[in-house]
């Protein structure tokens, strides 16, 4: 496909893996600044500049934040493509221009600067900017809140990664979840709900055609703290991004590209044009809580009489400005209905460890160098 020979040679090389920092996206900004409006919206607790983006000059309002949870960057390099996208003047010019005239794009690439430095999902303060949406303690939960109140979006854009944890009951894993959030406790079907569903839907079609069955929905249960559910109530079509895993992607490059195209098919530049029923949405499997990392079966463990499984889970670990990824030892047991992103089946292998330790739930598997060479195999 054409859209996807031209990501191939032109996303935005700039920015890779999973830690993205302010220091990072600013002279990337900079390439844009005379054809977009380039702005700071304010301070961070540490008085980092969070930087803002408008394209487009159209009167629908588009606000679009992401890196409010610090670790999580996948969107943010998913956003720079789309800036990159719109910035050249090769492919699907019409459907370039007639964005431009339509709409207003406000873009906060990186709200949590403090936290994308630390790499971590809280602010500088050790707060969870999505669950400060009615205390607006935090200056960055102030700014978003400010730029919302001004702007009254016509559709904001929550974008955010989620753990490898969730998949379906099929056994595939969540590539990318949406959800259209609550507006009140019964989870009403607002008008603005439905909007948000309907848009869910359109970026779901395009996406079935990449990656059938890994499209996922959050469960909505309301909580007036988060942000999407904040503004949700205050009318404001609000849909929730979450950039998930794809096999062998643990740096988040191919999630990105289902991203970046999730965009372009919201915006209608791509895509085919359909009419679209919000109830499509409820089609959309949920997600569960069912993957792990990796899980090796029917280990023969020295503590243990008969084989069992053993899950494990890889801790994101700051060091020298890379993320490494830590086994830890998750869960030891019969894990039927758990599914692993790797997967070993030992057979009852008499033992997995040369150490005199017993394996236990939440200590690194690079203690028990047996297992590590297992997971390190595949």
């Known amino acids: 496909m054409e859209i996807e020979s031209w990501y191939c040679n032109n996303f935005e090389t700039g920015l890779k ?54 670790n999580e960057s996948t969107t943010t390099k998913a ?19 007639r964005f431009l005239r339509t709409y207003s794009l406000y873009v906060i690439p990186m709200l949590n600067p403090d936290g994308a430095g630390l790499y971590t999902r809280e602010n500088a303060n050790k707060v969870d900017l999505n669950r400060d949406a009615q205390d607006l303690s935090q200056s960055e939960s102030r700014i978003l809140r400010t730029i919302f109140n001004k702007l009254k979006p016509d559709l904001c854009l929550n974008l955010h990664d989620q753990r490898t944890i969730y998949g379906f009951d099929d056994g595939l894993p969540a590539t990318v979840s949406f959800l259209s959030p609550a507006a009140n406790e019964v989870r009403s079907l607002t008008k603005a709900r439905k909007r948000a569903m309907e848009d869910i839907v359109k970026m779901n079609q395009y996406l079935q055609k990449m990656i059938p069955g890994q499209v996922g929905r ?34 988040r490059e191919k999630t990105r590209e289902y991203i970046f195209y ?15 029923n919000y109830r499509s949405y409820f089609n959309i499997p949920e997600n569960r809580k069912n993957y792990r990392d990796v899980i090796i079966r029917n280990a023969k463990l020295k503590q243990s009489d008969n084989p069992i499984d053993v899950a494990i889970h890889y801790s994101e670990v700051l060091k020298d400005e890379k993320i490494t990824f830590e086994p830890i030892i998750d869960q030891m047991d019969e894990l039927e209905g758990l599914y692993g992103h790797v997967e070993v089946d030992l057979k009852g292998s008499e033992t997995l460890t040369n150490t005199d330790k017993n394996l236990t739930v939440g200590v690194k598997v690079l203690e ?8 390190s195999l595949f």
Not at 47 to 52: A, E, H, V
Not at 262 to 276: C, N, Q, R, Y
Not at 368 to 375: C, E, F, Q
């Open 262 to 276: 999730s965009l372009l098919a919201l915006f209608d530049i791509i895509g085919e044009k359909k009419v679209i």
């Open 17 to 70: 893996g999973r830690y993205v920092t302010l220091e990072m996206i600013m002279p990337l900004l900079e390439k844009y600044r005379d054809k977009f409006e380039l702005s700071v919206s304010g301070l961070s607790e540490n008085g980092k500049d969070i930087p803002q983006i408008k394209i487009g000059s159209g009167k629908k309002i588009i606000l679009a934040w992401s890196q409010m949870h610090g």
């Open 79 to 97: 956003l720079f493509d789309l800036m990159k996208f719109l910035d050249q003047e090769n492919l699907f010019q019409n459907e370039i221009q």
């Open 218 to 251: 959050y469960d909505d249960s309301f909580n007036s703290a988060c942000v999407g559910d904040a503004f949700q109530m205050a009318g404001a079509t609000t849909i929730l991004f979450e950039a998930g895993h794809y096999r062998n992607d643990y740096h």
């Open 368 to 375: 028990y160098k047996d297992i590590w060479n297992i997971i």
